[in-house]
């Protein structure tokens, strides 16, 4: 049985985590609401402030320094270096003293002259462990998953045991264990003194060089595949109590907003804390579930006042009808089968989603719940009569409402009744909304949706469109009510390529999506065109009936196949520059998202686009 928990677990993040000079990344962490730092030396030795000046900051910020790194390269089989290399700790030593640091990370050798005898390397680390506590300092002994000799944990362990010092013992590092196969469950016998320090790291599953994996793509707790509950579930098993820190290196994230990382970071261990306490290990910093989400209650546009993107005229097209107007804002609501979509036309010039809704349980809690987890909450004007909506805003600027399941009055009341009904355009609801996201904020939205709503990764996919490299990601909850794609382009260079790659869209569901689009293109909806390569390609992979790959090739259907079933797609054209609609057909429980269709996709929207600017330039 692990230790009684003692209060929520304190919190730190490692100075590598976040861009900007030191003063930039200690005021990013004490805002975030971290416990304490992990001094990196490479942004002490760059700052101008001396390690002094640099406590009494911490302290000004109320973080504490929970441990100073890296020392590297420490054992050697040359006596002489070895000697050398205790007179460099001594330095490190003295900069700690005045840091107001406790204990240095000392990480497994890569050198050529590394230790491979594990009673040497015990020697020798018992021989620091004696240098470290004449000073009041302790060594937290690490694996490099590339170590020369000590890669694995159970190596390190080995070695700590040899070294027999009450100074010397472990810190443990998801990635380095994970990354390489590792079995956490036996750190659970690891006595509690001997567990120094925990570093945590999630990442993507890559086959790739381990240091480059490492230096390049770590992620935050939550936003990659490690099972990383699974690995801190043992170490607090072990009675480990000391702060859950982060060490991740990621290039995206050493070039972003330190503010903005450093809230995203935190939001990663309170929910990696509240996981890994379901678990049975460890304390509940939140200290409340993600309530159960239902459908989305309705998804906002926000278009001009002049609606120059001709939503109004497709959504009438689609079979939507109009049937309320918000009796306070210049707001319409459109409706047909269970989904509704709000035309905001206080937007500016195009159109663009600007929030949505889901179903909750409990929509109180579920704010709560974010707003703990970082999320901001916008300011609304809301005049008494309306309905107050709980609301909080996604890292991209995405405001994401919380109403009561099956509960319409709670909102609806807000809009006068138009006396329309919507005809029969075979929409059914909205399958899915596609969030295009910010390059820098692709991970943190994938850890917000799955902390804040509890949504988890459904499907993950790269694939070349027209300029360059795009990312995808399908968030869902169990029962796919609440479906989220998220796309982001991994570049952006020059004015060749457009201004965004991938637009936002609504997908809407429906049972029949021939029937729907060609009833929709009857009424003049602006459907995509396809190539026809692309449907002689699709005949020829699949056994398609020759009327219905006619069909498909009337109307602009795209079919993505897979092993479950069939995901069939019909899409407008891009709306106001950055929205488009698609009607969408799951056949047989399929479960995928069209990426694998998206660069064709994406080709017609762009050949669209450059037909637009022809006319209006020739116009």
């Known amino acids: 049985m692990s230790p009684e928990p003692v209060g929520p677990p304190r919190t730190a993040v490692a100075t590598v985590c976040l861009s900007g000079g030191l003063e930039d990344k200690l005021r990013a962490a004490a805002a975030a609401g971290f416990d304490g730092v992990e001094i990196f030396e490479p942004d002490l030795v760059a700052s101008p402030m001396s390690p002094g000046e640099v406590r009494l900051r911490c302290a000004d910020l109320g973080l504490s320094i929970d441990l100073y790194q890296p020392f590297r390269d420490l054992d050697s089989t040359d006596d002489d270096r070895f000697a050398a290399n205790l007179r460099r700790a001594e330095h490190k030593f003295d900069v700690m003293a005045a840091l107001g640091a406790d204990t240095v990370l000392v990480c497994s050798s890569v050198a050529r002259d590394a230790v491979a005898d594990l009673d040497r390397l015990g020697a020798q680390l018992h021989a620091l462990g004696e240098e470290a506590a004449t000073h009041g300092m302790r060594i937290a002994y690490e694996a490099l998953a590339w170590g020369a000799h ?43 003194e001997k567990l120094l320090f925990c570093q945590l790291a999630d990442a993507p599953v890559l086959s790739m060089d381990v240091l480059q994996w490492s230096r390049h793509h770590r992620l935050f707790p939550g936003q990659g595949a490690f099972d990383l509950p699974g690995f801190l579930a043992p170490v607090l098993a072990a009675g480990y109590r000391g702060p859950l820190s982060l060490e991740v290196f990621n290039d995206v994230f050493r ?59 497709t959504l009438d097209a689609l079979g939507f009808a109009c049937t309320g107007q918000h009796r306070t804002k210049p707001v319409q609501r459109w409706e047909q ?52 909506l709980p609301v909080v805003t996604a890292p991209d600027g995405t405001e994401v409402f919380f109403c009561p399941i099956g509960a319409d009055a709670a909102w609806t009341g807000d809009f006068a009744p138009t006396g329309r009904t919507a005809t029969s355009g075979g929409i059914t609801g909205v399958d899915h909304i596609g969030l295009a996201q910010p390059f820098d904020q692709f991970d943190e939205a994938t850890l917000f949706y799955r ?13 070349a469109a027209p300029f360059g490299l795009v990312r995808s990601r399908a968030m869902a909850d169990a029962d796919r009510r609440v479906r989220l794609a998220l796309t982001v382009s991994l570049l952006r260079r020059g004015s060749w390529a457009p201004g965004v790659t991938e637009p936002q869209y609504v997908a809407l569901a429906t049972d ?21 390569n692309y449907y002689d390609d699709l005949g020829a992979r699949l056994e398609l009936p020759p009327e219905q790959l006619a069909a498909y090739r009337e109307l602009g259907v795209l079919h ?14 891009v709306l106001g520059g950055r929205l488009f609609l698609a009607l969408v057909q799951r056949v047989q429980g399929a479960d995928g998202y069209g990426w694998s269709d998206a660069p064709v996709r994406m080709a017609a929207h762009r050949r669209q686009r450059q037909a637009r600017l022809t006319v209006t330039s020739s116009a």
């Open 560 to 573: 993505e196949q897979d092993q479950d079933g069939a995901y069939l797609q019909v899409c407008t054209e």
């Open 255 to 313: 070039q972003a907003d330190p503010t903005r990382t450093a809230v995203d970071a935190h939001r990663s261990l309170l929910a990696l804390a509240e996981a890994t306490a379901h678990r049975g290990e460890g304390t509940d910093p939140i200290g409340e579930p993600a309530p159960r989400v239902g459908r989305p209650a309705f998804v906002e546009i926000a278009v001009g006042p002049d609606d120059d993107a001709g939503l109004d005229r």
């Open 451 to 463: 902390s804040v709503l509890g949504l988890e990764p459904a499907s993950s996919a790269e694939f």
């Open 337 to 388: 089968g269970s989904s509704r979509i709000l035309l905001n036309r206080a937007g500016r010039s195009g159109a663009a989603i600007s929030a949505f809704a889901v179903e909750s349980a409990d929509p109180a809690a579920s704010a709560r719940r974010a707003v703990r987890l970082g999320a901001p909450r916008p300011a609304r004007e809301r005049a008494p009569s309306e309905a107050d």
């Open 150 to 192: 000590v890669n694995t944990w159970e190596r390190s362990w080995e070695a700590v045991q040899r070294a027999d010092h009450d100074a010397v013992g472990l810190c443990l590092d998801s990635f380095h264990i994970l990354s390489r196969g590792s079995d956490p469950a036996p750190i659970a016998e690891v006595p509690a």
């Open 512 to 532: 029949d999506v021939v029937g729907a689009a060609r009833a929709a293109r009857d009424a003049g909806a602006p459907l995509l065109g396809m190539p026809d």
